[in-house]
């Protein structure tokens, strides 16, 4: 008996060093990159900042806001968070609850072109062809309407409705409430968990995309958002340690160094990212069990 | 006296489709709230989703884009001849299966253990926070996780240093630079990122177990190892297969952004899957039918491994489907 609780203390201690350790790996590269970005450029050159910055500064960050790009790349990336999220939410939880009432005529007919757009897809060259015919190259646009609904979120809205007690609308209906207004008074406030989670989902894909940019809106500057600025200064920095390729002219400012000017735009675009999402811990991890059981 | 019942009979029939047509357009009237909500939609998911699909046709024509759909020539399979026959293809399509593979066994297997390991931690508050930490990568970009990959496996950068005091390495190597190491790199860095994202599900089903079969083997003398052994494992396997299926459906779907971001031209060779292909030939060189072709070919041989994992499983799962 002594011997077996000597063993599970035994893997208790290795599991919380274990867990410690993976923290710790998780942790390490966002507080490095914390690190430089507040240190001297020159000085980070040297190597050897670890989690404290060394030389004190504020110049990487100041630095950063004087890019025009990636001001204007601050602002389009923002923009399409919220147009995207906004838009897409409200699309999806309209998809979601059309599907979910029984006795609507086309139900199955709805249900099904949905469920197809989980499994197959046209692919990278007709969607771009279509793009073009649409004329939505270098358009703002292209953000938002390609990927304004996804099958996956509908499906997980719709199985979340179906646990709301039906007798709350039908109530509703004999008291001669419209199928707008029980949508927007009574599902909608009921869905706050799970419209929170997928609105979580839309703005992360929507704050972190940079290939729309790179493949539709690299024409046109005044559309470049901050992931496709940071993925071209990123691809500069391998190519100069990889010896070919581009110059990094544009970035090579004095005061600073293209390593901490990166670690300054991953601070920025990370941020927004940290104050959101341990709020929403607890919604999103139901929403995903709910999916995975319904699918 | 039996036509005029006939003739009243019939006439009772018409009566009564009226009324039902009568009464579905009263229906269909009563729905059109509905109708108008999902309209727009409709319409956006047959634009954007299935124009695309028709879209394959042009892997069959010698497309050219200012050329209407009946003016295209038609060339059958000429593209996807081509395509078997390119060199290049086959080494594109090493790449896609090994990393995928890759990622398959590892970003399986690991968040599993990791659930097991994460509902073992007595400690609410430590448990907690690891899981929001371990959250955490999945919730940056591509774009940065390639950046910090970059910094770490650099000439001065941590690992090399570590690897140098340690006394592994005699000199500094530039791992990304190196062909070889590429999967690894993709496959490390994938695993970091989706750790803990992905054990969410299996963590879930850990948690619904209930509780008094682990009451019931701790009464036959079951300790905690033989418990994770013969209670958790089996409690959530359900949700393994149907996890396995759905990653099997999409192990060549693996797409191209790490490797977009993380490579370079040093490493090609090893670096280069489907889509990045498709988007090279596709669109860079303009040659859209051969690089619609390879989306058809991916598409196909993904379906296929949706529908073979599915019987497979089905197999093991005492004639179930999961699908």
Redesign the interface.
Known sequence: MRQ?KK??RL??IS??L??IF??L???Y??L??LAISLNDSLDTIK?GV?LLPRVFTWNNYREVFTYPNLVTGFNISFLRTAVGTGLGLL?TA??A???S?R????RRL?TA??I??M????????????V?K?GLMNNFWVYI??G??SGWNVFVLRAYIDTLPVSLMESAKLDGA???TI?LRIVLPLCKPILATIALFIA?AQ?????DTY?YCSGKQALTTL?YE??RI??D???A??S??YGINEYNAPRTSP?SI?AAI?IV??IP??LV??FL?KYF?KG??LG?IK? | MSRTGEESGQLNYCFEKQQKYKRYFQ??YR?R???L??L???V?????????????T?AFQDYK?HFSFLEQTWVGFKYFIELFHDRQFYLVLRNTLVMSLLSLLCGYTFPII?AI??N???HKF?QK?????????H??????V???F???L???G?INQLLLELGLLKEPV?F??KGEYFWGIVTVADL?KEL?WNS??FL?AIVSIDENLYEAAQMDGA???RQIWHVTLPGIRM?VF??LI?SIGNLINIGF?RQ??LQ???VKDYSEVL?LY??TY??RVAR?AY??AV??F??VVS?IL?LVANTVVKRFNDGTAVL
């Open positions: 077996v063993g599970e893997f208790q599991l919380y274990f867990m993976m923290g790996i998780t942790l590269p966002f490095n990159v190597g670890h699309s309209m998809v609850y059309v599907i009432c006795e609507f005529v086309a709805v072109l949905f197809l757009t499994y197959v897809s046209g692919g990278l060259i007709p969607e771009f062809m279509l073009r649409l309407l390609p304004l609904i419209s199928e707008l949508f992360v704050w972190n995309s940079w290939f493949i992931q940071m993925m990123l691809q920095v391998t190519s340690t990889t070919s390729m390593e990166q991953t675009v990370t990212i940290l999402y341990p811990q991890v995903l069990t995975a699918s | 229906r269909l729905q709230y509905l109708f909500m999902v727009p939609f409709l956006w998911v047959i634009v954007f989703k299935y124009i695309p699909i028709w879209g394959w042009m884009p990791f390991f994460i073992e931690i007595r430590f926070t690891i899981q929001t930490i371990s959250y955490l990568p919730f940056v970009s591509w774009v940065v390639a950046g910090i970059t910094k770490l650099a000439i001065g941590p530039l990304m630079a970091w803990g969410i599900i879930a300790n905690r190892f949700v149907i996890m759905m952004e977009f971001l370079n031209n040093l889509d498709a988007l596709g669109i859209y690089g619609t989306g058809i991916k598409s379906i949706l």
